[in-house]
């Protein structure tokens, strides 16, 4: 626990009389050691995790039974999903009172216990911050729309309508696009997200610091971090030109990351990271490598992290993806980050379809060694990785061939949209299965007991099926489980910081099965195998050595021959080597 008088005290002393003092010349090189680098994140969407009152979802109460499991896992850092007062419009990405908690999951002290749970364990916990909109029942949003004079008008943006229809905005949730009309002030307000999500006016300085004092109130409590959500839209251009004609093909370039946006980010790093020592993480990172250091250098004294969607968006649909280019985007942004700035990476999250499903192989004859090969991936590699819920264990996604059955508000605005495009909307569907976030929202898979273990109610969302056979319980004790795996992974990652700080050096790209690198830091140097494939694959590594000193490998062997190595379907292997 942080003695937070003495610290308060302590701040108000030095951010009363001097500014953060610059960071020395070399600050912000990739090796500088802090504890957001070396962390290893591991997200909970908190209405899936685990329920403890039988209402269906779960709760603070219920990640508290479990703080024991997230500490074996060997993560060192939590990001939970948004759990504020909300309509749940967007679950919860529709905020109606930053301050306030949802009744579902639980009361404030609820909260302090299950923050004090972590930080016993030595592990940060990192809130969701969504803050380029808030919900329409927030009071804010409600005083806005009542009249045009109200003090809170210029809170978001307005179009009167005597004006004429607005200028064309891209919505990310809905096809009629992002102004919506609304007759209490005969005026449209812009929505990037669900119309149930204004944007708030950042261009406002009472929205800035209100936001602000809302991340004070939180980090007085005690949180680390914050993860910033659909940051990079915050500042708008209100003058509100026309867009080119099909411009939304590149919406981050002309939605994302005005000018402005920095100068509010070095404000808010000013008012709450500096005096606080608490980090940042940007949702999204621009669209060029320039962009992304602009969010994240040390010198910038803006965010601290951000994650890119690069590798996201290539693994969209079932038929899947090229291993080269999943080495290319790997490569090409740890190359623009060698020697400054700090990325996250993540293969999966709350708004993906399942790891295995996407970039693994889910039939039953790979699905473990798959999942565990890309854990493999992911904990190796630099940047501070994101593992969500479910996948330390493998879950899958779910089947889920009707419209009828999603309550997600971005697949009904993606349904609504393919409906008025006359699309193939069988073939719709069956993409919207494969890809939906959806898939990634079941809950939790504990046990093989009713529910699995997640509720003893009736779930907010079905549980997927195959709980009988991929749950905590069975792989707990299994030394060759998925879940020992990712233990085993966390591990050499914590004992290793080559596998932190060390430079990437890509083996063989043109490789079709195998990614290979090294990593090299202070006079260690590890070599990381990995078979993409779902057959036997060779690589021959001339010019290296000790390939015996293996440090991870769940198959029983690695098959050597001089040079040439061998890897089983989706063999993974790490050895340290000279
Ligand atoms: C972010 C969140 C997503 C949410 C959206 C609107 O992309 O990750 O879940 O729907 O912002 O807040």
Request: hydrophobic share 35%; net charge negative; glycine share 6%.
């Given at each position: 626990m942080k003695n937070h008088l003495g610290y308060f005290l302590f701040l108000l002393l030095i951010t009363s009389c001097t500014p953060p003092a610059p960071p020395p010349a070399d600050e912000g090189a990739t090796d500088e050691q802090t504890w957001w680098k070396e962390g290893i994140l591991y997200q909970i969407y908190p209405q899936s995790f685990k329920d403890s009152d039988g209402d269906g979802f779960g709760d603070f109460r219920g990640v508290l039974e479990k703080l024991d499991y997230v500490e074996s896992l060997g993560v060192t850092m939590v990001w939970m999903n948004p759990f504020f007062a909300s309509p749940l419009v967007d679950n919860g990405y529709d905020v109606a009172d930053y301050r306030a908690i949802h009744p579902r999951y639980g009361t404030m002290a609820d909260f302090q216990a299950m923050l004090d749970g972590f930080h016993e364990r030595g592990i940060k916990f990192v809130l969701d911050v969504v803050v380029n909109h808030s919900s329409d029942q927030h009071a804010w949003f409600q005083a806005s729309r009542s009249s045009r004079a109200n003090p809170y008008r210029d809170y978001y943006h307005w179009w009167p309508a005597e004006k004429g229809e607005p200028p064309y905005r891209f919505s990310f949730f809905d096809p009629e696009g992002a102004w919506e009309y609304d007759s209490l002030s005969n005026a449209y307000y812009l929505h990037t997200f669900a119309a149930a999500q204004p944007d708030l006016n950042w261009e406002n300085p009472k929205v800035r610091q209100e936001v602000y004092d809302i991340m004070k109130f939180w980090a007085e409590k005690g949180v680390d971090g914050f993860r910033m959500d659909a940051f990079q839209y915050a500042s708008k251009d209100t003058t509100w030109p026309e867009f080119p004609e099909g411009h939304e093909r590149e919406v981050i370039k002309w939605y994302g990351m005005r000018p402005q946006l920095h100068d509010y980010l070095k404000?808010?790093?000013?008012?709450?990271?500096?005096?606080?020592?608490?980090?940042?993480?940007?949702?999204?990172?621009?669209?060029?490598?320039?962009?992304?250091?602009?969010?994240?250098?040390?010198?910038?004294?803006?965010?601290?992290?951000?994650?890119?969607?690069?590798?996201?968006?290539?693994?969209?649909?079932?038929?899947?993806?090229?291993?080269?280019?999943?080495?290319?985007?790997?490569?090409?942004?740890?190359?623009?980050?060698?020697?400054?700035?700090?990325?996250?990476?993540?293969?999966?999250?709350?708004?993906?379809?399942?790891?295995?499903?996407?970039?693994?192989?889910?039939?039953?004859?790979?699905?473990?060694?798959?999942?565990?090969?890309?854990?493999?991936?992911?904990?190796?590699?630099?940047?501070?990785?994101?593992?969500?819920?479910?996948?330390?264990?493998?879950?899958?996604?779910?089947?889920?061939?009707?419209?009828?059955?999603?309550?997600?508000?971005?697949?009904?605005?993606?349904?609504?949209?393919?409906?008025?495009?006359?699309?193939?909307?069988?073939?719709?569907?069956?993409?919207?299965?494969?890809?939906?976030?959806?898939?990634?929202?079941?809950?939790?898979?504990?046990?093989?007991?009713?529910?699995?273990?997640?509720?003893?109610?009736?779930?907010?969302?079905?549980?997927?099926?195959?709980?009988?056979?991929?749950?905590v319980a069975a792989q707990d004790q299994d030394p060759a489980s998925i879940l020992n795996h990712f233990r085993a992974m966390t591990k050499v990652r914590r004992e290793n910081p080559v596998l932190v700080y060390g430079r990437y050096e890509l083996i063989q790209r043109e490789h079709p099965d195998i990614y290979a690198f090294t990593r090299s830091w202070e006079g260690d140097k590890m070599l990381v195998l990995l078979n993409f494939s779902d057959a036997p694959a060779s690589i021959e590594l001339n010019a290296m050595a000790g390939f015996e000193n293996i440090v991870i490998n769940y198959y029983p062997s690695l098959q050597t021959d001089g040079p040439r190595l061998s890897l089983e379907p989706y063999q993974a292997v790490i050895c340290k080597i000279e």
């Open positions: 404000e808010l790093y000013r008012e709450v990271i500096a005096p606080y020592g608490v980090f940042a993480v940007a949702e999204g990172a621009g669209s060029t490598f320039q962009d992304a250091h602009d969010l994240v250098d040390a010198d910038r004294q803006e965010l601290q992290t951000a994650y890119h969607f690069d590798y996201v968006s290539m693994a969209k649909t079932p038929d899947g993806y090229a291993l080269a280019d999943f080495k290319d985007v790997f490569t090409r942004w740890d190359s623009a980050f060698a020697e400054k700035g700090w990325l996250a990476i993540f293969l999966s999250n709350h708004d993906n379809s399942r790891l295995v499903n996407r970039y693994g192989n889910p039939s039953p004859a790979f699905r473990i060694p798959s999942t565990q090969m890309l854990h493999t991936f992911l904990l190796s590699m630099r940047g501070t990785p994101y593992t969500y819920y479910g996948d330390e264990i493998g879950m899958t996604n779910i089947d889920m061939p009707n419209i009828e059955e999603y309550v997600d508000v971005a697949a009904k605005g993606e349904y609504r949209a393919a409906l008025a495009a006359e699309e193939d909307l069988d073939e719709f569907m069956r993409l919207l299965n494969y890809r939906s976030r959806e898939n990634s929202r079941t809950p939790m898979q504990w046990d093989t007991t009713y529910q699995a273990g997640f509720t003893t109610g009736d779930p907010w969302k079905k549980v997927n099926a195959n709980h009988q056979s991929i749950n």
